[in-house]
């Protein structure tokens, strides 16, 4: 038996999101950083003929390390399915249509080993989870992990948290994963659309 099951709330997404996906979604990947994230969104979503991935990070250096990982793992037609932004989630993509997609991925804070300043910021994630959640199809997911070990991520985790606790329950199933006897944990929250 493993113990723990999971042990980061990252491993706790990376589940949620493969029972979830299948071949021929539209993904969304909001903040790139090595790309570790988005090759499993691009595994799990992208056929040689089917589905979309959309991948965003501010750092012109994630994008790269990212379009390398995917390049080296899928095939030349599951890439020209993905399409990497260097620029903010503050505004995701004005091309996609509302409630097509099926998963939208956030994993806060900043790039490991990298500036801690280009840190992800409450203001702008907020304004992005609002429109991610326009554009969720029903069914679909958005997933964030949350960092309150640093002052912005706490912040950060506290008005999602909000945000989320005002959603109609008969609409939305809202459900945050905390590990409680660690301090300071990081955490997930997952959003489900109602499935009509
Ligand atoms: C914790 S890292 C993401 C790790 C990544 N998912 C992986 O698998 O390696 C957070 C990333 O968010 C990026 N970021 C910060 N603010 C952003 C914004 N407004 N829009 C998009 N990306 C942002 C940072 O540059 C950083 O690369």
Aim: net charge negative; charged share 20%; glycine share 6%.
């Amino acid at each position: 038996m493993t113990f723990p099951l999971f042990q980061t709330p990252l491993d706790l997404a990376h589940h949620f999101w493969r029972a979830l996906l299948k071949p021929g979604d539209i993904v969304i990947d909001a903040t790139c950083g090595n790309g570790h994230d988005t090759l499993i969104l691009a595994q799990a979503a992208l056929t040689a003929d089917s589905g979309r991935l959309i991948g965003y990070d501010i750092q012109e250096e994630a994008i790269a390390l990212t379009r390398e990982r995917l390049t080296a793992s899928l095939l030349p037609e599951q890439l020209s399915r993905v399409e990497l932004y260097c620029k903010s989630h503050r505004d995701l993509d004005d091309n996609l249509h509302d409630g097509t997609v099926a998963l939208i991925v956030y994993n806060l804070g900043y790039l490991p080993g990298s500036n801690k300043q280009l840190t992800t910021k409450r203001e702008t994630t907020l304004q992005s989870v609002r429109r991610a959640l326009s554009l969720i199809k029903p069914g679909g997911v958005l997933s964030i992990t949350c960092y309150p070990g640093h002052a912005e991520g706490a912040i950060e985790e506290a008005e999602l948290l909000t945000l989320c606790s005002q959603l109609q329950a008969n609409e939305w199933s809202c459900c945050h994963h905390r590990w409680i006897n660690r301090r300071q944990a990081p955490s997930l929250l997952i959003i489900q659309k109602e499935k009509k």
